[in-house]
Each structure stands twice: as structure tokens, then as C-alpha cells.
């Protein structure tokens, strides 16, 4: 199957800093990626829908100023959480869809980010 | 709005078949999918349905019914390695974007 990278894995950070992640898609392009949040023991809830060449759309309840998308080119995402709060610590999953195969495919998963705000 | 539930946890014996089930209330339905989550790892594909019946893949079967808004995933001959959760998501055409919603997942405990 298709591979999607993270980078980094893993990331500690003081409160109030900044920290950017990025998401590759490696041997295909991906004019969507997803980027989804989860907590433990909880849902891979999404959080914005990346779309290459132009602006993400965020879904309710998420501050597109506080989490910053970019999708610069067809295999490259980068989500920065702004100003990192204890409360934004959690595990950041970013998932790519190859489009070239149509609607009926799967989502490809990266290894995911966590996060730790201290 | 979208509603998917599945159950929290469940236990079961290496060599013994469980079945995980996943109801789903849904605008649209264009597809459910099943996925493998281990601890601290990101889901990894399993199979997706967008027709009534089984299908099946190897020790993994899943089952889909859409007029009772049922799937159930099916795991034979069970390993300790399939300790896991397991997430059912179902995609539909919200909004054209035809971006899967999440279950909380079930957790899968696989004992000796």
C-alpha cells in the first residue's frame, strides 16, 4: 500500500512555543490530506481537510488560527499548533487519500506525532 | 449527523473467533470501513464494504447490512498479536468531501 510519513514523532515543547508537523505521502500525490487529533482512549476526531493549493477547511469547534495548515505541494502537509497549551498535548494523525484511484479507496495512515505540552 | 457505536472493550481466548459490531446512523453512507489501531501507533486498513454481505480476507472477515446500519468485523483463530483497537468508520457524502467518520474504536484484549 501507499506509505505516509509524520515527522516528527515525537515532541516536547513549553507552553506558549510553537511546533510544526509535517505529513508526507511518499509514492503518490495527494491533493487531500486529513489531519485528525486523538486522545487516549478516544475516536480519531478530524480536524481539518488539507487541501493542496488552497486554503484548509476546518471543522467545528477548531481555530484555524491556532492550528495552521499548509498544503504547499502534492505530497507535503504541515499542520504547526500556535502558541501550545498543556491542554493541545495528544497524538496528531495525518492520513492522505490517492485520488488517482478514485473515491472508493482507502485512507493512508501516517505513524502519527505525539505531542507533550509542558 | 453522524453516529457510530461500538462497543467499548471486549476479552477474548488466543484460537477463539470474535466478533466486533458497529451500528452507524448516518447522512448517506458511501462505505465502512474497518482499521487496526495499536497503542501509540497510527490505524492501519483492514477491509472496506459498500455492498450488503461478507467479505472476507484471510483470519478477517467483515460484514455489512445497510438497511439495518450494522457492520461486524469477524476475527478467526485469534493471535495475541491481534490485542488491539479496532475502528469502524463510515464514509458518506457529506458536504461532497466523502470523509470517513470514526468510531471510539474497540478495544480487543487477547489473552493465553
Known amino acids: 500500500g501507499a506509505v505516509v510519513s509524520q515527522h516528527p514523532s515525537r515532541v516536547i515543547c513549553k507552553s506558549g512555543t510553537s511546533v510544526k508537523i509535517e505529513c508526507r505521502s511518499l509514492?503518490?500525490?495527494?491533493?487531500?490530506m486529513f489531519w485528525y487529533r486523538q486522545f487516549p482512549k478516544k475516536s480519531l476526531m478530524l480536524m481539518a481537510t488539507?487541501?493542496?493549493?488552497?486554503?484548509?477547511?476546518?471543522e467545528q469547534g477548531v481555530e484555524k488560527d491556532k492550528f495552521l495548515i499548509n498544503h504547499a505541494s502534492l505530497t507535503l502537509s504541515t499542520l504547526t499548533v500556535t502558541s501550545a497549551h498543556p491542554e493541545d498535548s495528544s497524538f496528531y494523525i495525518c492520513?492522505?487519500?490517492?485520488?488517482?484511484?478514485?473515491?472508493?479507496?482507502?485512507?493512508?495512515f501516517g505513524p502519527g506525532t505525539r505531542l507533550t505540552v509542558l | 449527523g453522524q453516529n457510530i457505536d461500538q462497543p467499548t472493550e471486549m476479552t477474548a481466548t488466543e484460537g477463539a473467533i470474535v466478533q466486533i459490531n458497529c451500528t452507524y446512523q448516518?447522512?448517506?453512507?458511501?462505505?465502512l470501513f474497518w482499521y487496526q489501531q495499536h497503542a501509540g501507533e497510527a490505524p492501519t486498513f483492514l477491509s472496506y464494504n459498500v455492498l450488503d454481505g461478507l467479505e472476507e480476507k484471510g483470519r478477517f472477515s467483515s460484514f455489512l447490512s445497510r438497511s439495518k446500519g450494522y457492520s461486524y468485523l469477524l476475527l478467526k483463530e485469534l493471535q495475541m498479536k491481534d490485542s488491539a483497537s479496532y475502528l469502524c468508520a463510515v464514509r458518506s457524502p457529506s458536504g461532497g468531501s466523502y470523509i470517513p467518520t470514526f468510531g471510539r474504536g474497540t478495544s480487543l484484549i487477547v489473552h493465553p
Open positions: 448516518t447522512s448517506g453512507f458511501n462505505g
Open positions: 509514492d503518490f500525490q495527494a491533493t487531500t
Open positions: 492520513s492522505a487519500r490517492d485520488l488517482g484511484q478514485g473515491l472508493d479507496n482507502e485512507q493512508f
Open positions: 488539507s487541501n493542496e493549493g488552497s486554503k484548509a477547511t476546518y
